[in-house]
């Protein structure tokens, strides 16, 4: 018993350390999407670009960890007579959230690197569109609220139903996020004249 003691102790400190991880590839992942949207340059995109090929690296591990170590803390939980619910919905929005973030990540990266390579030192109206564009701040949007709901999953552990109320208030709360964020985005006639995002 002492044995299985530790050892759970351990598998914690891993799942903490990864989720500690996680959070700090998505505030990586905020910096680099809030700075993209105001770089000047097509050089300051480039150097963007080359620190965002760290958050797959960082997202990878931590989100393989996490899910490890919790299914095995689960499985002990559930023995012990725990409600599975919680960690049920919780797995389902991590993989989808790894999953969701890897597709349109790679896919806005590589929109962005064509773009950089066909532009000068100045960037191009294509280029500065893209830049603009509402929906990377919906995928960090998408992040936080996604890992919140799943971190109020884990402190409080309720059985599946509450555990799919709260998810359900993480999506409201990212329509929310996304609704501010579009508002403020600078229309394209403005940044053309030289306007920058607050």
Known sequence: MLIVDRLFAFVLLVHL???LLMVAAMALQATVV?????????????????TARWIPRLFAPATLLILLSGCYM?????LAGAHWGWAAVSF??????????KASGKRRNMTLARLVADSGATLSPALETALRDPAPLVH????AWGVA???????????????IIVMIVALLAIALSSTV??????PADRLVRGDRLE
């Open 181 to 186: 964020a579009n508002r403020r985005v600078v």
């Open 34 to 50: 809030l700075l993209t949207r105001q770089a000047a340059t097509a050089d300051e995109v480039r150097r963007l670009l080359a």
């Open 149 to 163: 709901g799943v971190v109020v999953l884990m402190v409080y552990q309720p059985g599946i139903w509450r555990s």
């Open 17 to 19: 350390l990864a989720v």
């Open 74 to 78: 689960t499985t002990m939980l559930v």
């Open 140 to 143: 960090v949007a998408l992040g």
């Open 92 to 101: 389902v929005v991590l993989v989808g959230l790894a999953a969701y973030g």
